[in-house]
């Protein structure tokens, strides 16, 4: 059966058609939607991990239980997961196991640009780059083989445009994979003696794969006219060169990134007059090459930061622009912001109204860093803002702990925040933590987590009572509060920044798009008693304007929070 799915969805049919059984996840655009897709089949047992160690820890017990596994994490998750990933590459599986990295490109969602085939090539471990969405569903399949057949786990590179992209996939049916029986092998226990010797299946393991790579189908020469030139290029680097070039030019597709094959290369090589390799960001393919003592073009003639199009492709070969239609005018931009009756609005505007020095962290909240709230000093990754601010304060002192906040989401708390907090308790760190619950995991689009008392699938969890649990973990002082209560959240903040202790802000209040959520009626201006002094814009509120020197609300978006009425001096915002 023949269907349009984007990469992600092709990647879940894989997996399911390849008899995969156990899936953990941590949601990160762009690989989300693997994880909820791969959920809606019953076969599949699926689950949000509280982050991606544990859900590669969690894949990889299953896999020594018999059942061939799976997790999805987006590159920055990897980072998280590389600690467990590199021990599990010598230990080997049993059942197959799949790790699924989806890579930023341009950094449509993401805080860097890192590119994931640096890890496969630490790990030792294999890397399959599918180009498009059928081959995100065959590679799939193909990683679960490969996985059993050299016993170890298998990186699946994805890419926001793959991921994200359609095409046409083919479908077939479920296959039905027998438990594979767990036998004790203490060999699997990673002391000094026995890591030496997996060390040595590993490079043996690489060997075997660089034997395959140059004689498999996933890493094919594609024949061209004009043999001037020739590139070497994967996943949607492929796309562009073949959309620019057709069947102009000799082409050898990578579909197997790491290990990569010597004589394919090499005879390739031999065959063109000019060598081109074609990768977005790193020159890993490039380096390769180079090594083996080739003459190739890449990173002189192809950028290595961003995301590659036709048109970069084209310009970077010394093509002209085609004659096409083009927009003149300039088009303004659009920053992004916090919806209309984003709970977080008001706790920035307190945090900017007080002067703090705000310790950022990863998720939708990081939108208050924009204007005109201007409230965050930085972010690093998730949970850096908790062990973060804490070095700060215990670098400064009173200097800075009676002015610095370090804010998480409620997810990213259960992520990473709670080792950042055991330190400041530990280790008698005056400082102040605001966890902001909006009782989803709101940035990656509204996925359940530990908090909020629902599983992958909405049906009733157990829940992480996050004030018992600062409590537990030794904060004394813990409080809740409504942040769309300008007042009471301005009370909290001074009380415990002053505190000569830890303590803990929880600013409760659901995400305004969660679809259970109900809003008060939109606010509606008295232009007699509204004087234009733009106060109500303050807080940066998308449905909030001035026309004709008039506050002007916008009903399509306003949820009656009230937060801009509590600007007004004049009472001209009223529910």
Not at 5 to 24: L, W
Not at 318 to 346: F, K, L, Q, S, Y
Not at 446 to 456: D, E, F, R, S
Request: aromatic content about 6%.
């Amino acid at each position: 059966m023949r269907e349009l799915m984007i990469g992600n969805k092709a990647v879940a049919r894989g997996m399911y058609e390849a008899g995969c059984e156990f899936i953990s996840s941590y949601p990160g655009t762009p690989s989300t939607e693997i994880t909820e897709e791969a959920v809606k089949y019953d076969e599949i047992y699926c689950e949000w991990a509280p982050n991606e160690k544990v859900a590669l820890e969690a894949a990889h017990g299953a896999s020594l239980a018999g059942k061939r596994s799976a997790c999805a994490m987006k590159h920055v998750g990897l980072n998280v997961a590389a600690d467990p990933m590199f021990s599990i590459s010598y230990i080997g599986v049993d059942a197959g196991l799949v790790i699924c990295v989806a890579d930023d490109p341009g950094m449509h969602s993401s805080q860097n640009e890192q590119d994931s085939r640096h890890y496969a090539i630490a790990a030792k471990l294999p890397m399959l780059e599918p180009s498009d969405s059928s081959e995100s569903l065959e590679f799939t399949k193909l990683a679960f083989e490969l996985s059993e057949k050299y016993h170890t786990p298998v990186l699946l590179k994805m890419c926001m445009r793959i991921s994200h992209s359609r095409s046409v996939v083919e479908t077939s049916d479920r296959i039905k994979k027998e438990t594979i029986p767990y036998v004790k092998d203490q060999s699997r226990v990673m002391l000094p003696a026995q890591a030496r010797k997996a060390h040595v299946r590993v490079e043996q393991r690489l060997k075997d794969m660089t034997e395959l790579a140059e004689s498999a189908s996933f890493n094919r020469m594609e024949e061209g006219s004009d043999r001037s030139v020739g590139f070497i290029t994967s996943s949607t680097a492929y796309q562009y060169v073949k959309e620019v070039f057709g069947d102009k030019h000799p082409v050898l597709k990578i579909g197997m990134v790491n290990p990569l094959p010597v004589k394919k290369i090499r005879d390739f090589a031999s065959s063109v007059e000019k060598l081109y390799v074609v990768e977005e960001l790193d020159p890993i393919i490039e380096n390769h090459c180079k090594a083996l003592g080739l003459e190739v073009h890449g990173k002189d003639t192809f950028p290595i930061i961003g995301e590659f199009s036709q048109e970069i492709v084209r310009k970077s070969m010394g093509g002209a622009d085609p004659e096409t239609d083009r927009i003149e005018d300039a088009i303004p931009g659009r920053p992004p912001v916090m919806c209309a009756g984003c709970p977080h609005r008001g706790l920035f505007y307190v945090l900017k109204k007080n002067k703090c020095m705000v310790y950022g962290d990863i998720g939708c909240y990081t939108l208050g860093s924009f204007a005109p709230l201007n409230a965050m000093d930085l972010n690093v990754c998730m949970g850096a803002s908790l062990s973060g601010m804490h070095g700060f304060n215990k670098a400064l002192g009173k200097e800075s702990q009676n002015k610095t906040v370090g804010v998480i989401g409620d997810s990213t708390f259960v992520h990473s925040g709670m080792t950042g907090l055991a330190d400041i308790v530990y280790n008698d760190s005056a400082s102040t933590v605001i966890i902001l619950d909006n009782s989803i995991t709101g940035m990656t689009g509204h996925q359940q987590n530990p908090t909020t008392g629902y599983n992958i699938k909405g049906d009733p969890a157990a829940k992480i009572d996050l004030e018992a649990l600062c409590k537990a973990m030794g904060v004394r002082r813990v409080r809740v509060v409504d942040p769309y209560d300008i007042e009471e959240t301005d009370k909290a903040v001074k009380e415990e920044l002053a505190a000569d202790e830890p303590s803990v802000i929880i600013t409760r209040r659901p995400c305004a798009l969660l679809k259970g959520v109900k809003h008060s009626a939109p606010l509606t201006v008295d232009t007699e008693k509204c004087v234009g002094c733009k106060a109500c814009m303050q807080v940066g509120c998308p449905a909030v304007s001035v026309v004709d020197g008039k506050a002007h609300i916008d009903r399509t978006q306003c949820v009656g929070c009230n937060v801009c009425s509590q600007m007004c001096k004049f009472g001209a915002l009223k529910a």
